[in-house]
C-alpha cells in the first residue's frame, strides 16, 4: 500500500530485509517475531514514505486483475478496488492500523507495533470503519 510501482515496492522490500536484519539485535522475545518483524517493516515503509514526499505517484498499487465472466467475481474484484481506493485515502496511522485489523493480527498485537494502547485500537479501528464508510459513500460506489 506504500508503493504503487513495481521496482518501488522491490526497493522498499530491499530496504525492509536490510533493516531487519540491522535490527536482529534487538529483537528481545518481549513480542512474537511477526509482531516485531511487522513493526520494523511498517516503520520502513513509513519512514521511506515520508523520505519521498516528492513522490507524487498514486500509492494505490496497480495489481493486475485477470477477469472472468462470473459476475459474482467482477462486482468482489470492483469492491476490491474501491475498497483499496478508500484505504489509500486514510493518513498513514490509520492505514496502518487497518491493515494490521484486515490480515486479522489481534488488537495486542495491533498495540504493540502500533505503539498505542490496546483501548484505543478499538476506538481507533472503529473510527476508521466510520471514516471508510464515509468514503466509500462520498465515492458514491454503493456500499
Known sequence: MYCSKEECREDLFQDILVQL????????NNAKFSTWMYRVALNTA??????????SEDPVPDIPV???????YQEKERQKETLHKAINK???????IIILYMDEYSYDEIAEIS???????????NRIKT?????????????
Open 21 to 28: 536484519w540491522q535490527s536482529f539485535s534487538s529483537f528481545n
Open 46 to 55: 513509513i519512514a521511506q514514505f515520508k523520505k519521498d514526499k516528492k513522490n
Open 66 to 72: 485477470h477477469i472472468i465472466d462470473d459476475d459474482s
Open 90 to 96: 486514510l493518513n498513514k496511522i490509520e492505514k496502518a
Open 115 to 125: 505503539g498505542i494502547s490496546i483501548s484505543n485500537v478499538g476506538v481507533k479501528i
Open 131 to 143: 471514516k471508510l464508510q464515509k468514503i466509500l459513500k462520498e465515492l458514491d460506489y454503493g456500499f
